[in-house]
């Protein structure tokens, strides 16, 4: 009941929501002193015998289904010899993996919480990713100067995803993409399609990952409950058992029960800025 009553003051408050996302952020910090968690994510999970499994290596396998995400989101367009920006880079693991996977040219990564940021640049400081400190909504970075924007999982702590959109679309050189995961209910998602198209995006690509993340999700609940047991003040466990997706929580049964939906949109900023038709 309680974490209904908060779900519902963050869509009446897009102010709260980057205030509190912005201070739990900070708050993980603390709680993993040692560095050991580098993603967040809820995973993917490549369902079907006949799916192809990304090549990990081995020191990175314990993070295999949250760097799937990472791989199938980012994928989607080859981004070899690219400039990329991460808007929402978090622990900093899925940016270093798409540096080291994907070789970009070059890989900013921006993110809100402060602390997040200074243990990116300390933890992976010879990865080769510029680690930065910077808003969604207000990106600190020139027009024109990526030829792809990633954003997983992170939109739904923002204020104002039109004002997002726009961002992206102005850092973005023309015929530039943006490759976007999140979750949103049904009438929401709707909406972000509609303000695609109003900052001007094509979108090209636009898939539910539902069924994927919520595996993903079950499959490492056990693991991720004793990360938060080790690490977490027993008053405030529930509250991480939420954020983390935890099987049986209310972000876990929303997604179960489809009254949440996980998608993948693959945007292209017009190279004419003219509104053009893509296809879903």
């Known amino acids: 009941m309680m974490y209904k009553l908060i779900d519902a003051l963050f869509q009446r408050s897009g102010w709260l929501r980057r205030v509190l996302h912005r201070h739990f952020y900070q708050c993980l910090d603390w709680l993993d002193r040692d560095g050991q968690v580098t993603l967040m994510n809820y995973g993917y999970s490549a369902r079907g015998p006949d799916v192809e499994q990304i090549t990990?290596?081995?020191?990175?396998?314990?993070?295999?289904?949250?760097?799937?995400?990472?791989?199938?989101?980012?994928?989607?367009?080859?981004?070899?010899?690219?400039?990329?920006?991460?808007?929402g880079s978090g622990r900093g693991g899925g940016a270093v993996y798409m540096y080291r996977y994907?070789?970009?040219?070059?890989?900013?990564?921006?993110?809100?919480?402060?602390?997040?940021v200074a243990y990116c640049q300390r933890h992976h400081g010879g990865a080769g990713v510029c680690f930065r400190h910077g808003d969604a909504e207000h990106l600190p970075l020139p027009e024109a100067r990526f030829d792809a924007v990633i954003n997983i999982e992170s939109s739904h702590c923002y204020g104002d995803m039109g004002r997002f959109l726009r961002e992206v679309y102005r850092v973005l050189r023309p015929g530039g993409y943006l490759l976007w995961a999140d979750h949103r209910p049904p009438a929401q998602l709707a909406g972000v399609y509609e303000e695609c198209t109003r900052v001007r995006f094509a979108i090209l690509h636009a898939q539910c990952l539902t069924s994927n993340v919520l595996a993903a999700m079950t499959h490492r609940s056990a693991h991720n409950r004793a990360l938060i047991d080790s690490r977490v003040p027993r008053l405030a466990r529930h509250m991480f058992y939420h954020f983390a997706g935890l099987e049986g929580t209310y972000i876990y049964n929303l997604l179960a029960s489809g009254r949440l939906q996980y998608a993948h949109l693959v945007l292209r900023k017009n190279p004419d800025g003219s509104v053009a038709q893509g296809h879903v």
């Open 56 to 87: 990990l290596d081995e020191a990175d396998e314990p993070n295999r289904l949250c760097l799937q995400l990472y791989h199938h989101v980012a994928s989607a367009i080859d981004l070899s010899g690219l400039d990329v920006l991460e808007v």
């Open 102 to 116: 994907l070789q970009p040219r070059s890989l900013t990564a921006v993110d809100y919480a402060t602390r997040a």
